[in-house]
Nanobody
Framework: VQLQASGGGSVQTGGSLRLSCSASGLTFGDYNMGWFRQAPGKEREFVAGITRGGRNTKYGDSVKGRATISRDNVQSTVYLQIHSLKPEDTATYYC???????????????????WGQGTLVTVSS
């Protein structure tokens, strides 16, 4: 199983980014998908999750109202759009796959079976 995250980079405060995570080696439509982030010296934090069919989403408090998670089961890709970026959004962003049928999607690291390598987002003031 491979999860390949991309789309990170450097942006200014107030900007936006769209992250992508392309999956292979698994039946993508059978997995809930999640995005997490980890800043240096901090624990990995839940950002957003989406159920297998894409009908249910869940967001972490730190991005609620600023982020949208979506997925394309034909392209085996999950997306995370964040706008109104803040310096505190600076982190490495990871996508993850959960083979359970949890509803809503889980915000817990331990529930995810596969992880991507991460993509770095840096927000400058």
């Amino acid at each position: 199983v491979q999860l390949q995250a991309s789309g990170g980079g450097s942006v200014q405060t107030g900007g936006s980014l769209r992250l992508s995570c392309s999956a292979s080696g698994l039946t993508f439509g059978d997995y809930n998908m999640g995005w997490f982030r980890q800043a240096p010296g901090k624990e990995r934090e839940f950002v957003a999750g989406i159920t297998r069919g894409g009908r249910n989403t869940k967001y972490g408090d730190s991005v609620k109202g600023r982020a949208t998670i979506s997925r394309d089961n034909v392209q085996s890709t999950v997306y995370l759009q964040i706008h109104s970026l803040k310096p505190e959004d600076t982190a490495t962003y990871y996508c993850a796959a959960d083979r359970s049928t949890r509803w809503p999607p889980s915000p817990y690291v331990i529930h995810y079976d596969y992880w991507g390598q991460g993509t770095l987002v840096t927000v400058s003031s």
